[in-house]
């Protein structure tokens, strides 16, 4: 009798022992997932040239353009033209979603869903002077981003984004003098490095 419940004691133990062991692996949480990198940045670009300014979110630096048939890059601007990494622009996976809305609320981009450079002309991020991403006055020739509108980008390398641009500048300007030297593009983003789309 004493024999059996001692064998019974232990089995107790063990189960106990087991417990709080399988307690213990469940209390400890798995490591939080990486911040996504806020930055804000300015480039300046060429007022009158035919080549692309590119850009590269994860570096947060203007890619060279011998690189442009590379995925180093992930999107590239001549003057109010935006191209994306894919298909009819470049050899990257990159794709765009265009959003109206509040930036800072947007914490997560869709796994799918992105549209694409797929010509030349057909570009992802609309340029059109009236259906474009920006307004422009025709008096005093300025032009600046849509309020409330941004980008969620998936970039050519399969990570996510989102992009707002603040501001367009131009340098080297005085009337009457027809055209600027270079614009100044002004713009923030989040860039969420772990593969996910949460920002």
Known sequence: MKMKTLKISLVAAAVIVTGLI?????????????PSV????SIEIPF????????SLKDSAIVNATDSATSQWDFGILFVNIIINSHASGPGNGGVIT??????????APLSGYSYDTTSTN???????TTGWYNYDLNTHVFSPKAGEY???KTADGHYAKLEILSVD???YTPPNPTPDSLIYTFRYNYQAD???NF
């Open 99 to 108: 959003k109206m809305g509040l930036f800072d609320t947007c914490t997560t």
């Open 123 to 129: 570009l992802a991020i609309d340029a059109g002077l």
């Open 195 to 197: 593969g996910s789309g």
């Open 48 to 55: 009158s040239t035919s080549h692309y300014t590119f850009y």
């Open 38 to 41: 806020s930055v804000t940045d």
């Open 151 to 153: 980008f969620l980008i």
């Open 170 to 172: 131009y340098a080297g």
């Open 22 to 34: 399988s307690c213990g692996k469940e209390e400890v949480p798995p490591p939080p997932p990486p």
